[in-house]
């Protein structure tokens, strides 16, 4: 069993930067590729960015690709999503999720484990 706490959410200005955190209990965090989602009030979860076991490789969404940057620390077991020139339509809830495959992976439903979120509210 994994469990994953997210951290790191807050109202920021359009424009402001947040940092997000998700600190991963297994200690076979290493193994496990790990990607953040966001939730929108009345839409459906959607990928943001994921990172593989070892942190070679990323992926992003087309929404986010330049703004937003995951990585990963396995000595401390945390992944991290660090947010730049934010817009507010990247309000949502952020969650964390972890798969036991190793390599990148883009889809809600290839994921194992998942944090309970952290809210992110951008204001215009």
């Known amino acids: 069993q994994v469990q994953l706490v997210e951290s790191g959410g807050g109202l920021v200005q359009a424009g402001g930067s947040l940092r997000l955190s998700c600190a991963a209990s297994a200690r076979t965090f290493s193994s496990y590729a790990m990607g953040w989602f966001r939730q929108a009030p009345g839409k459906e979860r959607e990928f943001v960015a994921a990172?593989?076991?070892?942190?070679?490789?990323?992926s992003y969404a087309d929404s986010v690709k330049g703004r937003f940057t995951i990585s990963r620390d396995i000595a401390n077991n945390t992944v991290y999503l660090q947010m730049n020139s934010l817009k507010p339509e990247d309000t949502a809830v952020y969650y964390c999720a972890a798969s036991i495959y190793p390599y990148v992976r883009v889809g809600v439903h290839e994921y194992e484990y998942w944090g309970q979120g952290t809210q992110v509210t951008v204001s215009s």
């Open positions: 990172i593989n076991w070892s942190g070679s490789r990323t």
